[in-house]
C-alpha cells in the first residue's frame, strides 16, 4: 500500500493544489495529520478536498481553535484573528466536520499518525529530546507527525535518536529506507505554511511493502496564496512568511 502523507495544509489551497497535482499516480490512499484550516484563505475549499480524498484524518490545534472546541487563549495575536476569521467563513458542514476529527493516534496498516506526539496531540517535537520521551508513547514502529511545520523528524535507533534531515533545497525528493529494528516519528512537512527555511510545499509518500518513505518538495503559487490572504484582510505576515518558508 502507498500512502499519500499530507500535514499541516492551513486552508492554502495553491499549495494543496501543487501537492495534489505533483503526486498523481504514486500513491493508493491519502491521510492528513491535521491543521486543515487556519492562517489561510482557502478554509471551505481545503475542509472539502480532505473530505471527499482523505481516508483517515486526525485533528490539528487550528481545527479546534476554528469550531470552538479550543480555548484561543493559547494561541498568539495572529493564529487567533486568523482563528476567528477561519469561524467565520467555515460553512456549517466544514466547521462540523473539522470539529468531529479523531484525536490521535491513529493506527492504520501497521503505523500511526498524530498531530504533535503520541504522547500529547499538541506537542511541538521539535528536538531529539522531546523525540526520544515520546517515542515511548507509540504503539507503531512508524508514526507521521506534524505541527512543527518542519520536514524530517526522528529515528530511534535502539541506542538513541537520531534527526532525520529535509528534502535539500536543490533536490525535490529524498528517500528513506524503514529498517524495521529501528522506530520513526516522520514529518512530512507542512503543506500550507513550512517553516523549515524551504517555501515549497511539503509532504510525503509511504510504501508500506517497499519499506519505504518519500519526502517530497513542491513549488506553487505562493504569489497566489499571498494575494488571497492579503484581499480578505488577514494579518499581512502571514502572507510574508510563505514567501520565506519561516
Ligand atoms: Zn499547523
Redesign the pocket.
Known amino acids: 500500500m502507498r500512502y499519500l502523507i499530507l500535514?499541516?495544509i492551513?486552508a492554502n489551497w495553491e499549495a494543496l493544489g501543487a501537492v495534489v497535482a505533483d503526486s498523481a499516480g504514486s500513491f493508493d490512499q491519502v491521510l492528513c495529520c491535521?491543521?486543515l484550516v487556519?492562517y489561510g484563505a482557502d478554509p471551505n475549499l481545503s475542509v472539502e478536498w480532505v473530505r471527499a480524498n482523505c481516508a483517515a484524518v486526525v485533528r490539528?490545534?487550528?481545527d479546534k481553535a476554528c469550531t470552538g472546541l479550543d480555548d484561543l487563549e493559547w494561541f498568539n495575536p495572529i493564529a487567533r484573528t486568523a482563528a476567528l476569521w477561519t469561524a467565520q467563513v467555515l460553512t456549517p458542514e466544514n466547521a462540523d466536520y473539522a470539529r468531529a476529527l479523531p484525536k490521535g493516534p491513529v493506527t492504520l496498516g501497521g503505523f500511526e499518525i498524530v498531530h504533535g506526539s503520541a504522547l500529547d496531540e499538541d506537542e511541538y517535537v521539535l528536538g531529539p529530546a522531546e523525540a526520544e520521551q515520546a517515542f515511548f508513547y507509540m504503539e507503531n514502529r512508524v508514526e507521521f507527525f506534524?505541527?512543527t511545520?518542519v520536514q524530517g523528524g526522528f529515528l530511534w535507533n535502539r541506542s538513541r535518536v537520531e534527526i532525520l534531515h529535509r528534502v535539500a533545497t536543490r533536490s525535490n525528493k529524498q528517500l528513506l529506507e524503514i529498517d524495521p529494528g529501528c522506530a520513526y516519528m516522520i514529518n512530512p512537512g507542512?503543506i500550507g505554511?513550512p517553516r523549515d527555511g524551504d517555501p515549497r510545499a511539503a509532504y510525503a509518500v509511504y510504501d508500506t511493502d517497499a519499506g519505504m518513505v518519500t519526502y517530497r518538495r513542491v513549488a506553487y503559487d505562493v504569489a497566489g496564496a499571498q494575494k488571497k490572504i492579503r484581499d480578505a484582510g488577514l494579518p499581512p505576515i502571514l502572507a510574508d512568511r510563505l514567501a520565506a518558508g519561516r
Open positions: 500535514s499541516d492551513h491535521g491543521d487556519g490539528g490545534n487550528h506534524g505541527h511545520h507542512s505554511q
